[in-house]
Each structure stands twice: as structure tokens, then as C-alpha cells.
């Protein structure tokens, strides 16, 4: 079984452009979640999307949006991008039914450079 | 707001001697869900076990244990016969009713054949 798929695997941009990152999640799992790992911060919770709507959201300014089709897959939009937006951004899904919903699997990340 | 501390930055253990990491947690939840990850050099965040809260039973996967003090806020990791590809950064993570994981700032551990 195919486990979180994540792409770009890195991306490099410049000041006040936009980035675009997908993630696809574990066959079968409805939820997705974004997490940036940016150096000196450790992991933070971004955004949390299930059955297509965004369900909660991290302490991120709105510049940080994303959706998620039908599919379950999920993109997560960075606007304006600033040097500190350089980070690990790491999606995980978990599975829709209530009592599975606790453990949430990691895809590989895309690593996002801002120059 | 949960937070999660595990107060050693970095640890190393001998090839196939025991090693525990700890984290300590607060939160006025009742019922929540704890875990530990790793992440190797490759970054791919890896589920190393988890635990319910409502669970006396400490859990326990092959190599790995914990050791779940509810009143005390604690959850450490044990593991047994370190491998040297245990070698990685471990997170302790909680999860409560809102769903987002809030973790620790993780643990460098190093397996030294």
C-alpha cells in the first residue's frame, strides 16, 4: 500500500513569489494535515483539512491557505513568500472513521527554499 | 494550549544496549492520544508507537516500550538492543480533541556500533 506522497520533493523561490505544494494522501484516508519544521522553531501545526473542508488552523497568517478536492488530495499555497517561510513542510493523513482518526501518517516533505 | 518538553536535546547509546528518552506533557484534557516519531537523516517523520490515554496497559512494539504516567504527565521511550538504524531524532507528539499534533522539540539519539 502506497504510503503519503508529497511533491516537490524542494522547491526554491524568491521573496514575494507564490509556492504550490501537493500531497497525496494513504488510500482509504480522508483527513490531511500540514506541518512546517523550520529551523530553530521544531514542527508546527499549519492546517488540518477533512472531507474537503478546513476543519482547523495552525498560527499562520493567511498568506499560509490550502484546499483539498474530492480526491482527498491537498494543496497547500504559500503567497508573498518571506526568507522565514524556508522550512520542511510536511503533510500526514489519518483515516476519516472517528475511532482510527488518532494516528496520523507522515509523507517525505517538500523543502522549500526562499533566496 | 498543550505543550510538550523533552529536556534532552541529545542522547547516544552503545549497539544493543537499552536507552530511554523522556517527555513530559501538560494538558487539562482527559482523553487524549501520545506518540513518539522518528525522523531519520532522510526526514521521513516515522510512527513509532502510540498510546491511548484511557489505557493503563503501557504500549509496547517489538524493540520499543513506553513507560505512560498519566497523573505525572510523563511518556518516555525505551528502547531495547539499539540498532544502529535507530539512529534519528525522536519526537514525542499529543494529540487531543482538536486533532492537530503538537510536539516536542525532539531528541538526537545516536547508536555508536
Known amino acids: 500500500e502506497a504510503g503519503v506522497t508529497q511533491s516537490p520533493t524542494h522547491l526554491i523561490k524568491t521573496r514575494g513569489q507564490q509556492a504550490t505544494l501537493r500531497c497525496s494522501p494513504i488510500?482509504?484516508?480522508?483527513?490531511v494535515y500540514w506541518y512546517q519544521q523550520a529551523l530553530g522553531l521544531g514542527l508546527q501545526f499549519l492546517l488540518w483539512?477533512?472531507?474537503?473542508?478546513?476543519?482547523n488552523r495552525g498560527n499562520f497568517p493567511p498568506r499560509f491557505s490550502g484546499r483539498q478536492f474530492p480526491n482527498y488530495s491537498s494543496e497547500l499555497n504559500v503567497n508573498a513568500l518571506e526568507l522565514e517561510d524556508s522550512a520542511l513542510y510536511l503533510c500526514?493523513?489519518?483515516?476519516?472513521?472517528?475511532?482510527?482518526?488518532?494516528?496520523?501518517?507522515f509523507g517525505p516533505g517538500t523543502r522549500l527554499l526562499v533566496l | 494550549a498543550q505543550t510538550v518538553t523533552q529536556s534532552q536535546p541529545e542522547m547516544s547509546v552503545q549497539e544493543a544496549e537499552t536507552v530511554t528518552l523522556s517527555c513530559t506533557y501538560d494538558?487539562?484534557?482527559?482523553?487524549?492520544?501520545l506518540f513518539w516519531y522518528k525522523q531519520p537523516p532522510s526526514r521521513q517523520m516515522i510512527l513509532v508507537i502510540r498510546?491511548?490515554?484511557?489505557?493503563?496497559q503501557n504500549a509496547t512494539e517489538n524493540r520499543f516500550s513506553v513507560n505512560f504516567q498519566k497523573a505525572a504527565k510523563s511518556f518516555s521511550l525505551k528502547i531495547s538492543d539499539s540498532q544502529l538504524g535507530d539512529t534519528a531524532m525522536y519526537f514525542c507528539?499529543?494529540?487531543?480533541?482538536?486533532?492537530?499534533?503538537?510536539f516536542g522539540k525532539g531528541t538526537l539519539l545516536t547508536v555508536n556500533p
Open positions: 500526514a493523513s489519518s483515516s476519516g472513521t472517528v475511532a482510527a482518526q488518532e494516528t496520523q501518517y
Open positions: 488510500s482509504g484516508h480522508t483527513s
Open positions: 483539512y477533512d472531507e474537503g473542508e478546513e476543519r
Open positions: 494538558t487539562s484534557e482527559n482523553n487524549y492520544y
Open positions: 498510546q491511548e490515554a484511557y489505557k493503563q
Open positions: 507528539a499529543f494529540r487531543g480533541s482538536n486533532y492537530k499534533l503538537t
